[in-house]
């Protein structure tokens, strides 16, 4: 589409996309540079380069955040996470995208319902629930917690991915003897991998980064995700600001890195998820 | 057959939300500290939120927070968005770059800015306070700590919005735009008569959700001030929370669970109905 616009007009328009740019990346760079400082020159001037750069920042972050253990809790529990959300999510997404059952009117407004409850709304029966079954500490009851919040998205993100698929491939399997389970394995799956690729990355991004959830059932010093360490590693009286601002970057690296390399699979997916067509 | 393939979603769905949630609604007709016995109280947790000033200030902030989300990240989104359709070249690394706070842990976000901005001793509110200009540290003042999280989930959540808004805007067709130009209008009235009418639905679906959300919003408030100072920003989901888990008031939680579920049951209706539109293509 075309907008051709004054060279004046363009000029105010670049500026302000500029501001909100700085804006944006302010407290980015802020945590970036304060990361590579000793405590000392972080009190005396958050915005001045270091005088020199404390590596030993990292070093001590990834100790006391015990992120040996942490940032492997954390990637056990996005892993189970995704591979629940996609293997349970497609199958759903499938049916209801085909309209395979009778009832699939009803299952997708009940989807849709549970995609804006509150989790207050059943986080505290779950929690005393769970402590009297003994699931609390336990990575794959917390997997099973995020595929009950994340597949109603990624459902219905898949469904479009579903519906994009010719009807045809799926009447010529079965003219040739496929059986259904067939024909959803060998002739929807592979056209629909992107869209599991895209739902697989959206859904991990949303594990990695959860708070409320891995917070109120993972608390033991073993089982704390990396997110839930560096929170509890910064608390209020800690004063090893530098330390703080590197666990910080340890945790958003592989995230920021990933997002770099596949931003228009991210940025399509949070959009497609939320608005449709 | 075709039943089997949804079994797996809707046991787990029922097991973690539908069960509990009900079991919710029981429980604020009980009092219950989590261990012993549930007593069966009726109204009584309802009548004392009725009573207690905390209630009705998180009712009130999560009022102000919705009106807050409903007003400056939109326009912030739609200008910013409309902007990258004029400008086009750059636009997409500019999308990349206000789509990155987006994917930034929100418990990081908040230490990010509760230390290298908002702290008197490290951020740069205390460099301006040293330099002369004393604002205060924001989350310490009573008149201004949801202002203060406010700022920072603004920061956090706009640009997603203006990504959204991007994505719909550059939908709106081509030819339309060309006619409004032709005919002379002005680049705001092309804005104000082509550009918004033509992503109204996409608009109205993140006002929804943006009710839906200002009733849920939690990390920040729970990581920034915990509701304080002097529960000047608590929110319904925090009070909730610490009711449950610090006080063990169950009950009580539980009530205000359901307050919260109220308001976005509303907002919800209208989200399901315009999704229903949809389906029925």
């Known amino acids: 589409m075309r907008m051709s616009e004054s060279r004046a007009t363009l000029a105010l328009v670049y500026i302000a996309l500029s501001v909100l740019l700085i804006i944006t990346l302010f407290p980015i760079a802020l945590l970036i540079l304060n990361s590579l400082k000793p405590s000392t020159e972080i009190v005396q001037n958050p915005l001045l380069l270091p005088s020199q750069i404390r590596w030993d920042n990292f070093t001590r972050a990834w100790e006391d955040a015990n992120f040996g253990r942490t940032l492997l809790n954390s990637a056990v529990l996005t892993g189970l996470t995704i591979i629940l959300v996609c293997s349970t999510g497609s199958l759903t997404a499938y049916v209801l995208a085909r309209r395979k059952i009778k009832t699939w009117k009803i299952i997708t407004f009940y989807l849709l319902a549970t995609t804006t409850a509150p989790i207050q709304l059943f986080l505290f029966p779950l929690y005393f629930g769970f402590a009297r079954l003994g699931l609390i500490n336990n990575p794959v009851a917390v997997a099973f917690i995020y595929t009950a919040v994340y597949s109603p998205f990624a459902i219905m993100l898949l469904r479009t991915y579903f519906l994009a698929v010719p009807r045809e491939l799926e009447e010529a399997a079965l003219i040739d003897g496929a059986t259904h389970w067939q024909v959803f394995r060998r002739v929807y799956l592979p056209i629909v991998s992107p869209g599991i690729l895209t739902v697989a990355l959206i859904i991990g991004l949303y594990s990695w980064n959860e708070f409320l959830i891995a917070t109120t059932f993972l608390q033991g010093q073993e089982r704390l995700t990396a997110v839930v360490s560096f929170f509890l590693l910064s608390g209020q009286y800690s004063s090893d600001w530098g330390q703080i601002m590197a666990a910080a970057l340890i945790i958003i690296l592989p995230v920021v890195v990933l997002f770099i390399l596949l931003q228009r699979r991210f940025i399509e997916g949070m959009a497609g998820g939320s608005v449709k067509g | ?281």
């Open chain 2, 1 to 281: 057959m075709h039943r089997l393939y949804v079994l797996p979603t809707l046991l787990i769905n029922l097991a973690i939300i539908a069960i509990p949630a009900a079991l919710t609604v029981f429980l604020a007709f009980f009092r219950w500290d989590g261990i012993s016995a549930p007593v069966f109280v009726g109204l009584e947790n309802f009548s004392r939120l009725w009573g207690d000033r905390v209630f009705w200030t998180a009712l009130t902030n999560n009022i102000i927070w919705t009106a807050i989300f409903l007003t400056v990240p939109m326009a912030m989104g739609l200008l910013a968005a409309t902007m990258m359709l004029v400008a086009r070249r750059g636009s997409k690394f500019f999308q990349v770059i206000y789509f990155l706070p987006v994917i930034i842990a929100t418990a990081i976000t908040a230490r990010v800015w509760q230390i290298m901005i908002y702290s008197p001793v490290t951020g740069v509110v205390g460099l301006l306070q040293r330099t002369g200009l004393d604002f205060g540290n924001p989350l310490a003042e009573t008149s201004s700590a949801l202002y203060g999280i406010a700022v920072v989930d603004l920061w956090h959540w706009w640009g997603f919005l203006c990504v959204i808004f991007y994505a719909a805007l550059r939908q709106v067709p081509a030819e339309q735009i060309e006619a409004a130009r032709v005919e002379g209008a002005t680049f705001f009235q092309t804005i104000r008569y082509v550009l918004l009418p033509g992503i109204r639905p996409t608009i109205t679906l993140m006002m929804i959700m943006t009710v839906i959300w200002s009733f849920l919003v939690f990390d920040f408030v729970y990581i920034l001030t915990q509701g304080g100072p002097a529960f000047s920003s608590e929110v319904l989901s925090t009070y909730a929370y610490r009711s449950a888990f610090y006080d063990l008031a169950v009950g009580k939680a539980a009530a205000i669970s359901v307050v919260i579920s109220l308001f976005g049951l509303a907002a919800t209706i209208f989200y399901i109905r315009i999704q229903a539109r949809e389906f029925e293509q």
